[in-house]
């Protein structure tokens, strides 16, 4: 069984770089053919594609958050950190890492992946 978890800070101020890490147990980050996305939910709205990265570390991001997104991976501890950089309040959300066999850049449900982390709630205030 796959198991996703998110890490990181749940306040971070205005302009600051948002950094959060997905540790994944129960499978490799490098297993052939699987896309490692982090997906967002803020009030109100529905789920948001950030960007992916690839069991050969590949990137690819959503074109509006493309300035300000980076995804690396360390795979000596199957992690993969997302990087979201002068953040602003609209940037509150629920942060998801999440798990898909293809590239999925469109997020209609939770059923779209095949395993979710948790949810880490991030708050951009000062």
């Known amino acids: 069984q796959v198991q996703l978890q998110e890490s990181g800070p749940g306040l971070v101020k205005p302009s600051q770089t948002l950094s959060l890490t997905c540790t994944v147990s129960?499978?490799?980050?490098?297993?052939?053919?699987?896309?490692w996305s982090w997906i967002r939910q803020s009030p109100g709205k529905g789920l948001e594609w950030m960007g992916a990265?690839?069991?050969?570390?590949?990137?690819y991001y959503n074109p509006s958050l493309k300035s300000r997104t980076s995804i690396v991976r360390d795979t000596s501890k199957n992690q993969f950190t997302l990087h979201l950089s002068a953040v602003t309040p609209e940037d509150t959300a629920v942060y998801y890492c999440?798990?898909?066999?293809?590239?999925?850049?469109?997020?209609?449900?939770?059923?779209?992946?095949?395993?979710w982390g948790q949810g880490a709630q991030v708050t951009v205030s000062s």
């Open positions: 999440a798990r898909a066999g293809s590239l999925r850049t469109v997020v209609t449900a939770k059923s779209d992946y095949d395993y």
């Open positions: 129960g499978g490799s980050i490098t297993a052939y053919s699987y896309y």
């Open positions: 990265i690839t069991d050969r570390g590949s990137t």
